[in-house]
């Protein structure tokens, strides 16, 4: 691969989200933006390798996706209304000043709209703003990928015909927006976290801006708790990301196993000064209960010890505030410390079926709490549901190697 040819991925890679919003906001729709941004990439790989690789590449493929774009528009590929904005955004792009705020953040909000459909929010920030496609989405909101592929389509067609103004929204409607805003950061954020023990080398960069996303948003808006209390949440996250992973085997560490001094104290020492910013807020919500609990499983590198009624005592609150099966299934695993295995399979077991069903974690769980209770036989059967369920290596390492030992006990 030609140093042009890694040159156009990199900048596809850690611009995407940018370019789309600079070139949405001025034409007014998103599936011609992004239409526009891919011409103009594709024509990248055809004239870097001959000319190099331009100073500022960014600029470059601004401009051509513009000049595209008003390609098109003459061409009658785009309606006649968008030429006039068009002609005018290729004479103004050498004078145009850099923004600022970040054009990614209205772009969010433009998409948390609510007309559009609430289940399709999160995956299209997190296409138009980060770049994923539908195909690794999928799993993340259990749907098949043409099922996710054609929606998207749809409401970016949505997005345009109603005219959504793509800018920040005021009152009410800027806090129901941020909580979906919230959602999609943290829903790519997860996907790049969880891709790194599986592979995937796209996927730190992808918890990297998603972190980076975050922390826009924290500083833009400092009033929003719950923007602090996720940067908290997943600066707590990346800072155990060197001990997630056993070096020699390959195999997932659990949180309470894994060795302290290979967390990143600095940036532990930035997630406790952002839940405390959360906390200066009147308001407590989901992410700052999950941040609260992070925390205390981070007070272990001080201690040496974990403080389990303190987590049961938030896992308590985090069910009656954002009651999920993630929330449940985590209470029940704490329960399995401070009242026993027999109170922990009780709180699994009232999970919902259809909630349960395909939800490795609770698998994962319940397979533990059954080894602790002595009932072998349905902790082994819970293993292979839980290692059949696992897409990412390192935990099907960790429980395979939990069944043979069971197997030896």
């Known amino acids: 691969m030609s140093d042009a040819v890694r040159a156009v991925e990199r900048v596809a890679r850690l611009s995407y989200g940018r370019l789309v919003a600079r070139l949405a906001a001025r034409a007014g729709s998103l599936a011609d933006a992004e239409d526009a941004l891919s011409d103009a990439l594709a024509r990248a790989l055809e004239t870097w390798p001959r000319t190099g690789v331009p100073d500022n590449p960014e600029a470059w493929l601004t401009r051509t996706a513009r000049n595209r774009a008003i390609d098109r ?208 807020r009147p308001s407590l919500g989901r992410y700052q209960l999950e941040a609260s609990i992070q925390a205390v499983h981070a007070a272990r590198a001080r201690t040496g010890a974990t403080d389990w009624d303190a987590l049961a005592l938030l896992y308590a609150g985090l069910v009656e505030i954002a009651p999920t099966v993630g929330a449940f299934t985590g209470h029940a695993a704490v329960l399995c410390e401070t009242e026993g295995p027999a109170a922990a399979l009780t709180a699994l077991d009232a999970i919902p079926e259809a909630a349960r069903a395909s939800y490795q974690p609770w698998w994962a769980t319940r397979a533990h709490v059954l080894a602790r209770h002595g009932d072998i036989a349905a902790a082994l059967e819970a293993f292979d549901r839980a290692i059949g369920l696992s897409d990412d290596p390192a935990a099907r390492i960790y429980l395979s190697g939990r069944k043979a030992r069971l197997l030896q006990s």
């Open 73 to 280: 528009a003459r061409s009658g590929l785009l309606p006649v209304a968008y030429e006039q904005d068009l002609t005018r955004m290729a004479e103004e792009r050498s004078q145009t000043p850099a923004p600022t705020m970040d054009p990614r953040l209205p772009l969010m909000f433009v998409c948390a709209h609510p007309a559009i459909d609430p289940s399709l929010r999160a995956p299209l920030m997190l296409q138009a703003v980060l770049g994923l496609d539908a195909r690794r989405m999928a799993s993340v909101f259990l749907m098949p990928p043409g099922t996710l592929g054609q929606r998207l389509t749809r409401v970016k067609a949505k997005i345009e015909s109603t005219a959504i103004p793509f800018e920040l929204p005021e009152g009410r409607d800027f806090e129901a927006r941020m909580t979906d805003v919230l959602n999609a950061i943290y829903g790519a954020y997860v996907v790049g976290y969880n891709g790194m023990p599986a592979g995937d080398p796209k996927a730190a960069t992808l918890a990297q801006e998603a972190l980076w996303l975050v922390s826009l948003l924290a500083d833009g808006f400092p009033q929003a708790a719950e923007a602090h209390g996720l940067f908290a949440l997943m600066l707590f996250a990346e800072a155990r990301r060197p001990a997630r992973t056993d070096a020699s085997t390959g195999a997932l560490v659990p949180l309470e196993e894994q060795d302290t001094t290979l967390w990143d104290g600095g940036m532990l020492g930035d997630a406790e000064t952002a839940l405390r910013n959360a906390a200066r």
